[in-house]
């Protein structure tokens, strides 16, 4: 990883990270919510569909299956758990669907930009397009959500540029989850200050499970408590952070949905875990835990220096 955007710092040998009211676990969950457009319209490097020559139906109409009805089951199970979620948000989703838009906002979650579509790359613009994308996804989830602003950044498709983090910064972007490389929040170097990386999980994640390697739901749950009995765990010894990343078009099916219920009632069974959006757990994390490790990572660069 490049040494000029992260340092290397082993997570044992880091101070203690301490949660809101000493709790073990931080998580977070995340609802994908996706728009891919029927016809690309900008020219792409990468195909966004690349079974067939477009439309690919079937493709696009599995994913539409989320905002029309997968969604609706989620936020039903969020609300029985009293979930305070964090959007990975396709901003045209909530130009698209009003309803949506409304039912998210009446809850407060939190919003992370997944970018406008998920068939828009930045990772293709030049400087000036890159940067001025950022600005109009901004200013889209602005207009639409009356005034609020995205704190957080999942770039579409999750294909950002190298230059990425450094734009993010100067937009004023609280945290970003490109960089799935710690299990804490970390601070990555940037031109104008440090921006927060968030832990982020393509590995336990429905997305990615139920389309790659083909599992079902009970395998999926079952590896998703895996990963929470491991991080509970070794959270006895400093603060972690766990991602639930879930897509409604996956998630939502109705012969899944009854397993996020058995999975919220195994999580919240356990003392100790702190259910909290991606910028509550990135404040925290600046405000009480990043002078303390930028000391520890301050003294681990002199160490280097002088051996």
């Not at 490049?2 to 809101?20: C, T």
């Not at 910028?279 to 990043?290: A, K, Q």
């Amino acid at each position: 990883m490049g040494p000029e955007r992260v340092v290397y710092s082993a997570l044992r040998d880091r101070p203690r990270l301490v949660w809101p009211n000493n709790a073990r676990l931080a998580l977070w969950i995340v609802p994908n919510i996706e728009f891919f457009e029927y016809l690309p319209g900008r020219p792409h490097t990468r195909d966004p569909w690349p079974r067939m020559p477009h439309p690919d139906i079937r493709g696009y109409s599995l994913r539409d299956y989320g905002p029309r009805v997968g969604f609706w089951r989620m936020i039903e199970a969020f609300d029985e758990y009293n979930i305070r979620a964090t959007m990975s948000l396709n901003v045209a989703s909530y130009a698209h669907f009003p309803a949506l838009r409304d039912a998210c906002e009446a809850r407060g979650y939190d919003a992370m930009s997944h970018g406008i579509y998920n068939t828009e790359y930045i990772s293709e613009l030049s400087p000036a397009e890159e940067r001025a994308d950022i600005r109009r996804t901004q200013e889209l989830f602005e207009t639409h959500s009356g005034g609020r602003k995205l704190t957080g950044w999942y770039s579409a498709a999750g294909a950002p540029s190298l230059r990425t983090p450094d734009i993010l910064a100067e937009a004023g972007i609280e945290y970003f989850v490109d960089w799935m490389y710690d299990d804490q929040p970390f601070p990555m170097n940037v031109k104008s200050r440090q921006l927060i990386s968030m832990p982020y999980s393509m590995d336990p994640n429905d997305g990615r499970n139920f389309r790659e390697p083909f599992i079902e739901a009970a395998d999926f749950i079952a590896s998703i408590k895996d990963q929470f009995d491991r991080l509970y765990r070794e959270s006895e010894e400093t603060g972690l952070v766990m991602t639930l990343a879930l897509h409604p078009y996956v998630m939502g099916q109705p012969h899944r949905i009854g397993y996020l219920k058995k999975l919220f009632d195994y999580i919240f069974s356990h003392e100790g875990v702190w259910q909290a959006t991606g910028v509550e757990i990135t404040r925290w994390f600046v405000d009480t835990h990043l002078d303390k490790l930028n000391a520890h990572l301050a003294e681990v660069a002199d160490r280097r220096g002088a051996a």
